[in-house]
Nanobody, 124 residues
């Protein structure tokens, strides 16, 4: 059974930083494409960043470019999302997702497994 567990969310001021982690189990992590999505109240879940199985290729939403960084440690079965220069509009529940498909997919429909999410709140 695949399990994804996110940690690292919290309350931070405008301009602050957070580092999210997602620990995976029940899956061959080194063969899994991983991604982060977020969902704000009243909005649809949206793609934030993705990383391929080896970690050599990444993709970002326009809103994340230059501020967020996705990385992974296959030895620890963990993917990270570094959030810098946070803004109030980044407030959302951030969830990690996994797929065995070979490429980074920006649609939530492309992912088979999801974590429960971690809340990120940015105060102004």
């Amino acid at each position: 059974q695949v399990q994804l567990v996110e940690t690292g969310g919290g309350l931070v001021q405008d301009g602050g930083s957070l580092r999210l982690s997602c620990a995976a189990s029940g899956v061959t992590f080194s063969r899994t494409v991983m991604a982060w999505f977020r969902q704000a109240p009243g909005k649809e879940r949206e793609f934030v960043a993705g990383i391929n199985a080896s970690g050599g290729n990444t993709k970002y939403a326009d809103s994340a470019k230059g501020r967020f960084a996705i990385s992974r440690d296959n030895a620890k079965n963990t993917v990270y999302l570094q959030l810098n220069s946070l803004k109030p509009e980044d407030t959302a529940v951030y969830s990690c997702a996994a797929t065995l498909l070979g490429s980074i997919i920006t649609s939530r429909r492309g992912y088979d497994h999801w974590g429960q999410g971690t809340q990120v709140t940015v105060s102004s």
